[in-house]
């Protein structure tokens, strides 16, 4: 299996006058060239700051990468320079920021935001960029792009803004997207559209796409393997039809039951009890057993280890082989 991205045993705390958070501990996954691996979870669980890690933007200090690797075409990230990371950076790979309502600078028009990262790291001249600012506009379906370059960003919708910002990150063409929850506050019309541009520049254009979500629709309509994150560990790994068809972590059958279905009509969602633990005060063992209707004393005792129970299928459960939806 070819990898564009591996991220092996990343550990990134956070240092405070509280003590340790442990925001994502021991985390484990890969990344095929020309594929999505879709990342899901409660608010909370590390997703965000798993993405964070592997650009190298956690601030510090508070946190610190303490532990792992994160190697990308078969360089550790975590070990080149400030500089080399800076190229690497919005070039190879780039990301669309959670919030396209603050993401974008107010005093700079459109166009230069998005030339400007052509200007950086492609030695392109400014009207290079700015005719290059165009097309990519008109590729994630703005209309009037030889207008809108011209335009800031409190000109424009939330809508419009979320593909001012893909056209941003893909301007480099970089071989992988990392999208933090890129729908959000979108309206589903236009949330529909924005995943079919990403669609469709994934086919044109083979990146690689990390897309980071807690909506398990986004998830089923995009992605070819999932991981399923909860308090900072991966407690399941598989392709997309295995995770849907045959869910193995109560917890990933507890996201599932969560899912609104028009078949069902009349049906209450069901819950998943409790909340997410405060990372400084997380429970002895598995940190789902509080909330978990299967959890036994070895499951209070003992932290399960991510392990294989089917083709790359994998799962950190004792009960794994007992649990069904």
Do not use: W
Not at 108 to 129: C, D, N, P, R
Not at 188 to 212: F, G, R
């Amino acid at each position: 299996m070819e990898k564009l991205l591996e991220v092996k045993g990343l550990k990134t705390y956070f240092y405070t006058d509280d003590g340790v958070v442990k925001a994502v501990d021991g985390v484990d996954f890969t990344v095929e060239p020309g594929k999505t691996i879709g990342i899901v979870g409660e608010s909370g669980c590390g997703k965000s700051i798993t993405a964070m890690s592997i650009l190298r933007l956690i601030p510090n200090p508070p946190g610190k990468i303490v532990d792992g690797e994160i190697l990308f075409n078969g360089k550790d990230l975590t070990k080149v320079s400030d500089k080399e990371m800076r190229s690497i950076r919005g070039n190879d790979i780039s990301m669309i920021f959670q919030e396209p309502m603050t993401s974008l600078n107010p005093v700079f028009t459109i166009g230069f935001q998005i030339a400007e990262v052509l200007m950086l790291h492609q030695k392109m001249s400014e009207e290079e960029g700015r005719n290059r600012a165009i097309e990519m506009l008109k590729l994630v379906g703005i209309p009037r792009a030889e207008k809108i370059v011209d335009e800031y960003p409190h000109q424009l919708s939330g809508g419009m803004r979320q593909r001012v910002m893909i056209a941003m990150a893909l301007a480099c063409q970089p071989k992988l997207l990392i999208a933090d929850e890129p729908t959000t506050a979108l309206d589903v019309t236009i949330q529909a559209q924005i995943l079919e541009i990403m669609n469709d520049l994934k086919n044109k254009l083979n990146t690689s796409i990390m897309l980071i979500t807690h909506d398990l629709g986004v998830i089923a309509e995009m992605a070819d393997h999932v991981i399923v994150m909860y308090a900072g560990k991966v407690v399941e790994d598989a392709p997309i039809i295995e995770l849907f068809e045959n869910p193995r972590h109560p917890y990933t059958i507890g996201l599932m039951g969560s899912i609104p279905s028009l078949v069902e009509e009349g049906k209450r969602l069901e819950t998943i009890p409790g909340s997410v633990p405060n990372p400084l005060y997380l429970p002895k063992g598995c940190y789902f057993n509080p909330r978990c209707k299967f959890a036994t004393e070895e499951c209070k005792k003992s932290q399960p280890e991510l392990r294989e129970i089917g083709t790359r299928h994998k799962v950190a459960c004792f009960r794994a082989e007992e649990v069904t939806r």
